[in-house]
């Protein structure tokens, strides 16, 4: 079992930065890949950012140049800079962690945090 906390939430303004932060715990081996999601009222879940085992990083085209996934390693920490801030990055953002087993890939999810931005 991974267990996730994600931190670093709250209300911005417009072009504003924030940095999330997740945390992870317990059974954390075999994670081939991380990333952020997020969703908004009404909307889907969608993926943000992922970074691979690799340290391969990808970005939706919606925030790519303006966030940046990170971790470290050493601390189980996985973060996202998220600069530039809009109005329609406000949603409840989800750290993801997805690890191999012999057969399969189990993900594994944090409560989420509110990410708000004002105009």
């Known amino acids: 079992q991974v267990h996730l906390v994600e931190s670093g939430g709250g209300l911005v303004q417009a072009g504003g930065s924030l940095r999330l932060s997740c945390a992870a715990s317990?059974?954390?081996?075999?994670?081939?890949?991380m990333g952020w999601y997020r969703q908004a009222p009404g909307k889907p879940r969608e993926l943000v950012a992922t970074?691979?085992?690799?340290?391969?990083?990808s970005y939706a085209g919606s925030v790519k140049g303006r966030f940046s996934i990170s971790r470290d390693n050493d601390r189980n920490i996985m973060y996202l800079q998220m600069d530039s801030l809009k109005p329609e990055d406000t949603a409840v953002y989800y750290c993801?962690?997805?690890?191999?087993?012999?057969?399969?890939?189990?993900?594994?999810w944090g409560q989420g945090t509110q990410v708000t931005v004002s105009s």
């Open positions: 970074i691979t085992s690799g340290s391969v990083r």
């Open positions: 317990g059974s954390v081996f075999n994670i081939v890949t």
């Open positions: 993801n962690y997805k690890q191999a087993t012999v057969t399969t890939l189990h993900d594994y």
